[in-house]
């Protein structure tokens, strides 16, 4: 919690002031058991109902006074939790944004979902209710006691003993309440993985008939959800009802003791009465302080959680570029635009690694192919590039530069991805196309349309490349969105495009044009295609084979038929008819 606090910092005024008119408000209700004893005892025991009406006008002008203090206090008290909630989330997901692709893996998406939405709101409305209440309520416990001992020190005992008792039993119930909040928001983070999981895959949950199977799981992690908030709801419930019996009780004793002092003559009715007063504040601010221990519980479990985002982790670390300027070598000749040196790399949490020694170059403007089986780590090692991980060993260079050495955001604007999976975010076609490059006119993204083989689409939608794409790209097919995708990372020019097995959803004829369009448009770019396709990989420059995380071969694909193994396999799988007409393989 306390690396939180950074984000009050501009709100030192309302966490003072929210607290001190509270005070104020509290130091009013102090004297409000004293007015009524003096009416009592002066005014309707002595029949001056003059003086009644004096003491009934001070107690209206103290609750008027109460309750404008009040909601200044609850001004100020809103102004900073909600400010600090802003900040605390914007910090969020600020850090999020940062954190490398292995932080997000061990997170997960509905974990950081719930941090970001439901922990943050915990955490501001126990900020809220602290500095409401933190304060006051124990100034108004200690001070009615105060008050009660200043009537009848005897008596006061009381006070102290039902004090001491209730705080045993609000202390008691706190510690055990803490780590049961945490487990609570795990539970969340399983249902609402399981909700975020279902709405996203609807159609393949429709598709194989599931949704009873589906439901199950869901109502399973729903109910062990419920019962573990009503096991913690057990023990926040005993708070209100013990108190109760211990201050009832306490009030009990002290008008029987009360009564025998008035009998006895040492004590007034009225004092009797702002003893029982006092109590009863007591008794209503320990409700108050019970409630708001069980919210700032809840609130320090969730901002256990936040902190363990904040600190989990972190940022890429970046250099700059200062060895030899990009893309030359020591001796002055032009170094490779890639070049992998023995990289290995492992998941985190994985036994296994996922690339074993891997050791490549790939000259500026050559198009490289890689292949290989599903989980063969083609995907991991187009990903070392752009810097999306970083090696395990071994070394990634980038025009002769280690990857980290360059400076933050200058990798990324050498780069240019496409990823397996087509991501289109609401907005407009332009909007989407602009993410490439910002500054980027309508001539280049219809340029990059053009390559892409995807201008026809933009043309025959209503408005052009004002045409609004929904959340995903719904309304657009599997083809459609690729192709866009692709677009998108032609505006940005990059130097290097990384195609990772984006056009598995476009028909041969359009692919192969697509590969045509690279090849007469992108000349100085170099090209990773990435594909469990022969046909796409086949005219690469030079193709590269994986199996299980092995660099099994690399040469041109009429060189890898002959010597080979994994490619011969993965060829003839997809052409058997070539397996008895070998000549028609080259």
Not at 29 to 44: K, N, S, Y
Not at 238 to 251: E, H
Request: glycine share 8%.
């Amino acid at each position: 919690m306390k690396n939180l606090l950074c984000y009050l910092k501009d709100f030192r005024k309302e966490v003072v002031l929210a607290p001190l008119f509270k005070m104020l408000e509290a130091l009013f209700d102090l004297f409000v058991p004293l007015v009524v004893a003096a009416i009592i005892d002066r005014g309707i025991a002595a029949s001056d109902f003059g003086y009644a009406g004096k003491m009934c006008l001070v107690l209206m002008l103290l609750a008027a006074l109460g309750l404008a203090w009040s909601a200044t206090a609850q001004y100020f008290a809103a102004r900073a939790s909600v400010g600090f909630s802003a900040r605390l989330r914007r910090a969020l997901f600020s850090h999020i944004q940062e954190l490398s692709c292995s932080d997000l893996d061990t997170l997960g998406t509905s974990t950081l979902i719930t941090r970001m939405t439901s922990d943050v709101n915990q955490v501001q409305n126990g900020l809220n209710l602290a500095l409401r209440l933190l304060l006051r309520s124990p100034f108004i416990v200690f001070g009615a006691m105060i008050m009660a001992f200043t009537i009848d020190h005897r008596i006061a005992g009381i006070f102290a003993l039902a004090i001491a008792a209730l705080s045993v039993v609000v202390f008691g119930i706190m510690l055990i309440s803490i780590p049961l909040y945490r487990r609570v928001q795990a539970a969340l983070d399983d249902v609402l993985g399981k909700t975020r999981e279902n709405l996203t895959g609807v159609r393949v949950v429709r598709a194989f008939r599931k949704e009873e199977d589906e439901v199950r799981i869901f109502r399973e992690k729903n109910d062990a959800l419920t019962a573990l908030q009503k096991y913690v709801g057990r023990f926040s419930a005993l708070m209100n009802p013990v108190t109760f019996v211990i201050i009832n009780a306490a009030a009990i004793w002290l008008i029987y003791a009360g009564a025998l002092r008035v009998e006895a003559g040492s004590l007034t009715q009225g004092s009797v009465v702002a003893l029982y007063n006092y109590m009863a504040q007591i008794l209503v601010e320990l409700v108050k302080l019970a409630n708001l221990i069980i919210s700032i519980t809840r609130a320090f479990a969730c901002a256990d959680r936040i902190s363990n985002v904040l600190e989990s982790g972190e940022a890429l670390s970046c250099g700059r570029v200062t060895a030899q300027p990009a893309g030359e070598e020591d001796n002055g000749r032009k170094a490779p635009a890639v070049t992998f040196e023995h990289v290995s790399f492992t998941y985190a949490g994985a036994g296994d690694d996922s690339l074993t020694d891997i050791s490549f170059e790939a000259q500026s403007g050559e198009t490289i192919g890689i292949i290989g089986g599903t989980g063969s780590g083609k995907s991991t090692l187009v990903n070392l590039i752009p810097r999306f991980y970083d090696a395990t060993e071994g070394r990634v260079l980038i025009d002769g530069v280690p990857a980290q050495d360059y400076a933050a955001g200058e990798l990324v604007r050498k780069t240019a991805v496409v990823p397996q999976k087509a991501v289109l975010f609401k907005g407009t076609i332009r909007e989407n196309l602009l993410w490439g490059r910002p500054d980027a006119t309508d001539e280049e993204l219809w340029e990059a349309l053009t390559i892409a083989q995807a201008r026809q689409i933009v043309e025959e939608k209503e408005g052009g490349l004002d045409y609004v794409i929904e959340q995903n790209g719904r309304n657009l097919s599997g083809g459609q969105r690729q192709r866009l995708t692709i677009a998108r990372a032609l505006v940005r020019k990059a130097d290097i495009l990384i195609l990772d097995d984006s056009a598995s959803a476009l028909d041969y004829a359009t692919e192969a044009a697509l590969r045509s369009a690279l090849r007469e448009h992108a000349k100085d770019t170099t090209v990773f295609l990435v594909s469990q396709r022969t046909t796409s990989v086949r005219h690469a420059d030079r193709i590269l084979v994986l199996d299980d995380g092995v660099l099994m071969g690399s040469g041109t694909h009429a060189e890898l038929m002959k010597s080979c193994e994994v490619y011969q396999e993965i060829y003839y799988s997809q052409f058997p008819e070539e397996r008895t007409n070998p000549g028609g393989a080259a």
